[in-house]
């Protein structure tokens, strides 16, 4: 039986194995004001294997704290997504199993990515209809999120689950395209792994809202956060895509599987997106421990509604 919850683990603190701080972490994982690390949790029941889908993180463990003092003795398989090369390299030399799964964009806000003319033509287009605003964790902006994605999504299909977050919790940032009337038109929700590096986990669009809501959220997120110090907001992942052909047996059959769900998660349109903010692209794996069986891909596809969105396709055939 799936199982999927936020767990508190006690921390051994100061272990004589770290010895440097490891790579950065996971996506969807993020650093906020708690006292011990919690992970959510989803055991994949075939493959008898712990999905750390995400995790909250006292500010002042590394990575590698956190794998010695707690993954490494974890009891049966384990799996992490969204790592980046460095961190699937470093697992790589630990033992682990990695695979590309597809790719992540990441904006310099350093840079002019975001003043370029494609872009700045949807935020003109857009202030008509609004403006931006970054609201402060409260549970009714936490509640206006929730309202947004129910209208935001399609409600007769499956939704993702567990790919990355989907509420507003203290430590997030939360950007909202709100209207003269007060109704939310779309709205932007970032994680904060480390100090520069800031994660879109939600980019929502009410349904017939202006053109240029979400240029105009991630212009205005990526102008805040970048006088705050922060380099680099990440658009996440692109599943599915890569920049290179030389794919193993293993990745070829991830992407083939998950491009068979282009009628209803269009992550070739993610891509083309995504790519208007030009952002530079980088590998993004999957990582097993001991190893990522087919059993642990299918139990990955079940748990994360892959599944559920596949059958939808034929249902509506």
Same mark, same amino acid.
């Given at each position: 039986?799936?199982?999927?919850?936020?767990?508190?683990?006690?921390?051994?603190?100061?272990?004589?194995?770290?010895?440097d701080?490891?790579? !950065?972490?996971?996506?969807?994982? !993020?650093?906020?004001?708690?006292?011990?690390?919690?992970?959510?949790?989803?055991?994949?029941?075939?493959?008898? @294997? @712990?999905?750390?889908a995400?995790?909250?993180?006292?500010?002042?463990?590394?990575?590698?704290?956190?794998?010695?003092d707690?993954?490494?003795?974890?009891p049966?398989?384990?799996?992490?997504?969204?790592?980046s090369?460095?961190?699937a390299?470093?697992?790589?030399?630990?033992?682990?199993a @990695?695979?590309?799964?597809?790719?992540?964009?990441?904006?310099?806000?350093?840079?002019?990515?975001?003043?370029r003319?494609?872009?700045?033509?949807?935020?003109?287009?857009?202030?008509?209809?609004?403006?931006?605003?970054e609201?402060?964790?409260?549970?009714?902006?936490a509640?206006?999120?929730?309202v947004?994605?129910?209208?935001?999504?399609?409600a007769?299909?499956?939704?993702?689950?567990?790919?990355?977050?989907h509420t507003?919790?203290?430590?997030?940032?939360?950007?909202?395209?709100? !209207?003269?009337?007060g109704a939310?038109?779309?709205?932007?929700?970032?994680?904060m792994?480390?100090?520069?590096?800031?994660?879109?986990?939600?980019?929502?669009?009410?349904?017939?809202?202006?053109?240029?809501?979400?240029?105009?959220?991630?212009?205005?997120?990526?102008?805040?956060?970048g006088?705050?110090?922060?380099?680099?907001?990440?658009?996440?992942?692109?599943p599915?895509?890569?920049?290179?052909?030389?794919?193993?047996?293993?990745e070829?059959?991830?992407?083939?599987?998950?491009?068979?769900?282009?009628s209803?998660y269009?992550a070739?349109?993610?891509?083309?997106?995504?790519?208007?903010?030009h952002?530079s692209w980088?590998?993004?794996?999957l990582?097993?421990?001991?190893?990522?069986?087919? @059993?642990?891909?299918?139990?990955?596809?079940?748990a994360?509604?892959?599944a559920e969105?596949?059958?939808?396709?034929?249902?509506?055939?």
């Amino acid at each position: 039986m799936l199982s999927s919850e936020f767990l508190p683990k006690p921390l051994a603190v100061g272990s004589a194995r770290v010895n440097d701080p490891g790579p !950065a972490l996971p996506l969807s994982w !993020a650093r906020s004001a708690v006292a011990e690390p919690q992970f959510q949790h989803v055991y994949l029941p075939f493959s008898r @294997t @712990t999905w750390l889908a995400h995790a909250d993180l006292p500010p002042e463990l590394t990575f590698a704290q956190i794998y010695y003092d707690q993954l490494l003795d974890w009891p049966g398989g384990l799996l992490l997504r969204g790592c980046s090369p460095e961190l699937a390299a470093w697992l790589a030399a630990r033992g682990w199993a @990695t695979a590309r799964v597809g790719i992540e964009g990441r904006i310099d806000l350093f840079g002019s990515s975001l003043q370029r003319r494609s872009v700045q033509k949807m935020v003109h287009a857009a202030r008509r209809h609004g403006t931006v605003h970054e609201l402060p964790w409260s549970d009714g902006a936490a509640q206006q999120l929730n309202v947004l994605a129910y209208h935001a999504r399609v409600a007769a299909r499956p939704q993702l689950r567990y790919l990355f977050r989907h509420t507003f919790t203290p430590g997030m940032r939360c950007f909202a395209f709100v !209207a003269p009337g007060g109704a939310w038109h779309g709205a932007v929700l970032c994680s904060m792994p480390q100090p520069d590096l800031a994660v879109t986990e939600l980019m929502l669009r009410r349904p017939h809202a202006p053109g240029g809501v979400i240029e105009s959220l991630i212009a205005y997120a990526g102008a805040q956060l970048g006088s705050e110090g922060v380099r680099w907001l990440s658009l996440n992942e692109v599943p599915f895509h890569h920049q290179s052909a030389d794919l193993t047996p293993i990745e070829q059959m991830i992407s083939l599987a998950g491009r068979q769900l282009h009628s209803v998660y269009n992550a070739a349109g993610l891509l083309r997106f995504k790519a208007k903010f030009h952002p530079s692209w980088r590998p993004v794996y999957l990582c097993a421990r001991p190893r990522l069986s087919l @059993t642990a891909l299918v139990d990955l596809f079940t748990a994360s509604g892959c599944a559920e969105l596949w059958l939808s396709r034929w249902r509506s055939a």
